[in-house]
């Protein structure tokens, strides 16, 4: 059975520039969540979605934003990147009130 | 009062000892209080998560103790081995499938 996937594994980007990140839930998990984790640092909330609507949201700009696929695989979008954006994005799926399970994450430079 | 404070940030321990790491938080709201481990280059690991209608969880040599009047919980671990080498990160929600809430993380060494 197969965990949380996240693809790409690493990805470089400059200032300004637009991302997409991809994220497969576990199965039989319909909640996905996306949090960022600078270095050092612990993850931070950006939001999760359910049913395919963003559900909640965490404190980041609009830049940032998601959708979620009716077979429950969700997208992280960044737009107009800065170099503060760097970090490990971690997806990770639930059941819904359920616990959640991280995948491997992206890792975003932004140059 | 969305904050998780961890500490120790690093902690060395001897091969056998015992690992201790401690948080604290501020919501009231929250009820479920999961501890992940994190390997470099990887995501984090659930390990162990408590509620606070019980005081201590023990699984295998990973003990969580909670103390809901101080608004603290810690994460003991019995026998510490070099393989436990890892950042360890506690964190919160108001319920298992809502937004976590992380401390700033401990990284633990583990020595032969």
């Known amino acids: 059975d197969a965990g949380v996937t996240q693809s790409p594994t690493h990805l470089i980007k400059t200032r300004g520039q637009q991302v997409t990140l991809r994220c497969s839930p576990k199965s039989g998990h319909d909640t996905v969540s996306w949090y960022q984790q600078a270095l050092g640092q612990g993850p931070q909330f950006i939001f999760q979605y359910y049913e395919e609507e963003e559900r909640q949201r965490g404190n980041f700009p609009d830049r940032f934003s998601g959708h979620q696929f009716p077979n429950y695989s969700s997208e992280l979008n960044v737009n107009a990147l800065l170099l503060g954006d760097s970090a490990l994005y971690l997806c990770?799926?639930?059941?819904?009130?359920?616990?959640?399970?991280f995948g491997p994450g992206t890792r975003l430079l932004v140059l | 009062q969305q904050q998780v404070k961890q500490s120790p940030q690093s902690l060395i321990v001897q091969k056998g000892g015992i690992s201790i790491i401690n948080c604290a938080y501020e919501n009231t709201a929250f009820d479920y209080f999961p501890w992940y481990q994190q390997f470099p280059g990887k995501g984090p690991a659930l390990l162990i998560a408590i509620r606070p209608d019980v005081s201590e969880k023990k699984e295998g040599r990973f003990t969580i103790s909670f103390n809901k009047s101080a608004k603290q919980f810690s994460l003991h671990i019995m026998d510490s081995q070099p393989g436990d080498s890892a950042t360890y990160f506690c964190?919160?929600?108001?319920?298992?499938?809502?937004?976590?809430?992380f401390g700033g993380g401990t990284r633990l060494m583990v020595k032969p």
């Open positions: 990770a799926s639930s059941p819904a009130g359920e616990t959640q399970y």
């Open positions: 964190a919160a929600s108001r319920d298992a499938g809502n937004m976590l809430t």
